[in-house]
């Protein structure tokens, strides 16, 4: 075990995948010597050569393109958009090529290995075009999966799984985490399952569900609960789609109450989809409406960022809402 930083698990994911599969690639805006805008491929090219781990031009929907070619030819291709905020040019190749291209061939063919990275999230005070959260677009997408790991123990082993996983992957990586979450990550070779939420701590009043940062959001405003007497079951999502229904369903059958939350906007966020499908299984459950603490319906605001994001003490106020309907 190395005690690391989310950004340092990431990069010994993507070693410790290139060390056993040369056919996996690592490529993306300035990921080569420079090691990428955050450091996360630092060493890599040193390492494997710029065969393996190269710049790409400023063109992340070539990027993409790229990447689906590699991967319908057999590489395992791990491409890296610099800002989640960037991902939008790449929209087309990532809806339209990677996501159908295994139904569109009748499994004939397939992209399956590969891989997209992108920091995401506010936190950083990055403003409006380095600050978004959007997962949802993509959850609205059929044949893509979208993983977000909350410490550097998920980062590692979610991003290994997500490689070798034989459906396209997208992995969003909360980037004010990546050097203020610090943990123990084991140096082997090791994954953590996809589709599979966590229940990072049990309870019996109420479950608060999140995903990457929020993690952190709704622990402390579960703390704060608690010195009232209230119960908190803590799930932690890791995979928006597929997502675990039935983790997060079985929760709330023994709690009867759910808040969800999220960095993205309250108006289709994927809180929506979640509150939407535990209302129609645990319907005759449920003791309080489903609570929704999220970003707010405005572009990501620069001095606003603190007002804008979902605090403990705005997730603190649901709960207590939720508990005192």
């Known amino acids: 075990m190395s005690r690391m930083n989310l950004l340092q698990a990431v990069n010994n994911a993507l ?4 060390a056993l599969d040369e056919r996996v690639l690592c490529f993306g805006e300035d ?18 050569g710029r065969e393996r781990c190269f710049n790409t031009p400023l063109v992340e929907q070539g990027i993409v393109g790229f990447a689906n070619g590699l991967a319908a030819q057999g590489s395992v291709p791990v ?6 905020d960037y991902i939008f040019p790449a929209f087309d190749q990532l809806v339209n090529e990677t996501a159908k291209f295994r139904y569109r061939s009748g499994s004939l063919f397939d992209v399956g290995g590969l891989t997209v990275r992108a920091p995401y999230g506010g936190g950083i005070a990055g403003g409006h075009y380095h600050s978004q959260s959007p997962e949802a677009y993509f959850a609205h997408t059929p044949g893509l999966t979208v993983v977000v790991p909350r410490n550097p123990h998920q980062a590692k082993g979610l991003l290994l799984a997500s490689i070798r996983s034989p459906d396209p992957v ?21 994954e953590l399952p996809l589709r599979q939420a966590e229940v990072v ?13 929020q993690m952190e959001v709704i622990e402390q405003a579960a703390e704060m609960a608690e010195k009232s007497g209230i119960s908190c079951e803590l799930i932690d999502l890791r995979t928006i789609v597929p997502w675990d229904i039935e983790t997060v369903a ?26 939407a499908t535990i209302q129609q299984r645990c319907f005759l459950y449920l003791e309080s409406p489903i609570e929704r603490v999220t970003g707010l319906d405005t572009p990501f605001p620069l001095t606003l960022e603190k007002e804008y994001m979902p605090g403990p003490l705005k997730v ?3 709960i207590h809402r939720t508990m005192d309907f």
């Open 250 to 275: 079985a929760s709330v059958f023994k709690t009867g109450r759910l808040v969800v939350s999220h960095e993205a906007p309250l108006t289709g966020g994927f809180a929506a989809e979640i509150a």
């Open 79 to 84: 491409a890296e958009i610099q800002f989640a």
């Open 316 to 318: 603190l106020d649901a």
């Open 31 to 48: 990921v080569g010597v420079f090691g990428g805008v955050f450091r996360a491929t630092s060493h890599l090219q040193e390492k494997y």
């Open 15 to 18: 070693d410790t995948a290139m």
């Open 170 to 190: 997208i992995f969003f990586e909360p980037k004010r985490l990546y050097r203020a979450s610090v943990g123990e990550v084991p140096d082997d070779d090791y």
């Open 201 to 213: 701590k049990e309870g019996s009043d109420i479950t608060l569900l999140a995903w990457g940062a």
